[in-house]
């Protein structure tokens, strides 16, 4: 098959992060945290219930990821695995970032599996391919102010803030935190990552091997 990710692997610790397949997608469905936050501007189904219409969104935005892939945009949805057993999705992506060098995150955890560090390694594992494997000079994030376990993680990874904006959601208009982790903080710490079969991936990103 002439889509080279489905043989890509990342490992830190007991989380393995590989790109979601088909027939996860289902059971990501069934795992999607009801927190979890979507584009406040996506159209909605008005004939679904709220819930259902969530899942429809994130199952949509998988397959738009794969479907729309180009190096000058791309995002990377990996299925989060700990022990085996699946918990939750962490992506990574990239604007122009063969000339750009920056790379966003964006991860959800199903509600049981949280509160084991999980996250952070899941967060650990995208940052060492961006950094360690593609190259990249800096990566950013954001989270609404009052998503403390997002920040936590970011904070944790050496993240520092990069201002403030404010964004329409759900609840009415609210204020986001920016943070931006340098290369060289990345680089300050030993971060014990493995990645696998991306040699082949590597022109989907833009670059030579
Ligand atoms: C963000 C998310 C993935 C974090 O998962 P998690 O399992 O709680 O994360 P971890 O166990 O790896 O903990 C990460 C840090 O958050 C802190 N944390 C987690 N929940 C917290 C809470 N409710 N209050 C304060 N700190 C919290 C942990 O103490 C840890 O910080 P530390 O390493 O400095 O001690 C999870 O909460 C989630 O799926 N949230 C909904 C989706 C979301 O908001 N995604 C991020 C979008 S930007």
């Not at 469905?29 to 909605?44: G, I, K, S, T, V």
């Not at 945009?73 to 962490?90: H, I, P, T």
């Not at 904070?155 to 920016?178: A, F, I, K, W």
Request: glycine share 8%; charged share 25%; hydrophobic share 40%.
């Amino acid at each position: 098959m002439d889509w080279p990710f489905f043989d890509l692997r990342l490992t830190c610790g007991a989380v393995t992060l590989r790109p979601v397949t088909d027939t996860d997608v289902p059971e990501l469905a069934d795992l999607f945290p009801d927190d979890a936050e979507q584009d406040p501007h996506a159209e909605r189904l008005v004939g679904l219930a709220p819930a259902a219409d969530r899942r429809r969104l994130l199952v949509q935005g998988i397959w738009r990821d794969r479907g729309s892939w180009s190096p000058r945009s791309w995002c990377l949805d990996l299925a989060v695995e700990v022990d085996g057993q699946l918990v939750g999705l962490q992506s990574l992506e990239g604007e122009d970032f063969p000339r750009l060098r920056t790379v966003d995150t964006g991860s959800w955890l199903a509600v049981p599996a949280r509160g084991r560090r999980t996250a952070v390694a899941m967060r650990t594992s995208v940052l060492g391919l961006g950094f360690d494997h593609l190259g990249a000079e800096a990566a950013v994030s954001s989270a609404r102010f009052d998503n403390v376990a997002s920040l936590a993680v970011s904070r944790r990874l050496g993240y520092v803030d990069n201002g403030v904006s404010r964004t329409d959601s759900p609840s009415g208009v609210v204020e986001v935190q920016h943070l931006r982790l340098a290369r060289k903080t990345w680089e300050a710490v030993r971060h014990s990552v493995t990645v696998t079969g991306l040699e082949p991936c590597l022109p989907w990103f833009g670059l030579s091997g």
